[in-house]
């Protein structure tokens, strides 16, 4: 089933331990399409400049992807400047510039008023409840956000909220978000705020999704990975691969939301290996399948009767 997103289309200026890059390919929508894109067929709603190119679009539609919605504006793509210290768990903006999102309208193709799913990646939250707006016979909305806009637009952010089902979001935003210090008090008071469940990511430490139905929640590790090359959108190949998996099972039951979360995760382990979207372009269904197995290994356990 398919899969509309909006969110940033964007070039990133980078450094991590592993080096310095300028203007490489990366936005949030642009993250969560590639990887969603190995489970479903996916759509995308966005913005970008005259600097953005045909062999840029192509990383996109290389994989089958449906970029119809994305619009070119005069003018520059939104441009993104971050950089990680020894904590590469915690990205430090430098700049952001917004450039054509400035003054961007969302149109939503014809032809993708029939998706199933949304996903409201980071972008400016009054972006994101437009395009919630204009397609209210979706099944299932996830979103994600940042602390920018928590910080300089949470009235807007928490409007948008209240239309979303599932939010996955970082320990930092979420304690921002909520304002307290406690991840899991944190979540309970997200859960008031209209989302049915939450996806928290604690970067190389895994995820955890939290129910607002008191069900038990469930944690997933990340993959232990030696060398973490360049961790920026982890948290949207996380998505992608979550909502991915939910879109192409077609049910939310719990059996498939745990799956969910691993599927995510095997995502996010393969983005942080390269800069840009290098790992998710080429990835193939047996490499996927080999490293949710891998989790298996990772994770697995008998309940010891005999204590
Ligand atoms: P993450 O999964 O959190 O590492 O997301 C990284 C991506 O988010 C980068 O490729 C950036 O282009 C994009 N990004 C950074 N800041 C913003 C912002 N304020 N709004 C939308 N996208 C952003």
Redesign the pocket.
């Known amino acids: 089933m398919s899969i509309l997103v909006v969110?940033?289309v964007?070039?990133?200026t980078l450094k991590t331990p592993f080096g310095e890059r300028t203007k490489i390919l990366?936005?949030?929508a642009?993250?969560f399409s590639l990887s969603a894109s190995y489970f479903t067929q996916v759509r995308v709603v966005g913005v970008v400049g005259e600097d953005f190119t045909a062999e840029h679009e192509a990383v996109l539609t290389s994989r089958g992807i449906d970029v119809r919605g994305i619009e070119r504006a005069s003018g520059n793509t939104?441009h993104?400047g971050?950089e990680y210290g020894e904590n590469v768990n915690e990205?430090q903006?430098k700049f952001?510039d917004?450039n054509v999102?400035e003054n961007f309208v969302p149109k939503i193709p014809d032809a993708y008023e029939d998706s199933k799913y949304l996903f409201l990646?980071?972008?400016?939250p009054e972006l994101q409840l437009d395009v919630r707006r204009k397609m209210p016979r979706v099944a299932l909305v996830g979103g994600?956000t940042?602390n920018?806009?928590i910080d300089i637009k949470r009235a807007e952010l928490l409007e948008t909220l209240q239309q979303v089902d599932i939010l996955l979001i970082?320990d930092g935003e979420a304690k921002l978000l909520a304002s307290d210090h406690s991840l899991v008090r944190s979540a309970k008071k997200i859960l008031t705020m209209g989302p049915r469940a939450l996806v928290i990511k604690h970067g190389e430490y895994g995820a955890t999704i939290f129910f607002g139905d008191g069900s038990h929640p469930f944690r997933a590790p990340a993959l232990p990975i030696a060398e973490v090359h360049d961790?920026?959108?982890?948290?949207?190949?996380?998505?992608g691969g979550f909502v991915g998996y939910l879109a192409k099972a077609g049910r939310v039951d719990d059996a498939t939301i745990r799956k969910a979360v691993i599927y995510g995760s095997v995502m996010a382990s393969f983005n942080v290996e390269d800069f840009s979207l290098n790992r998710l372009k080429g990835l193939s269904p047996a490499a996927i399948k080999q490293r949710y197995r891998e989790f298996k290994h990772l994770t697995h356990f008998e309940v010891d009767e005999e204590f």
């Not at 990646?121 to 400016?124: C, L, M, S």
């Not at 961790?231 to 998505?239: C, E, K, L, V, W």
């Open positions: 969110g940033s964007a070039f990133d990366g936005g949030a642009t993250y939104f993104w971050g990205a903006t952001t917004l999102f990646a980071n972008i400016q994600d940042m920018l806009w970082n961790p920026t959108g982890a948290g949207d190949s996380f998505a």
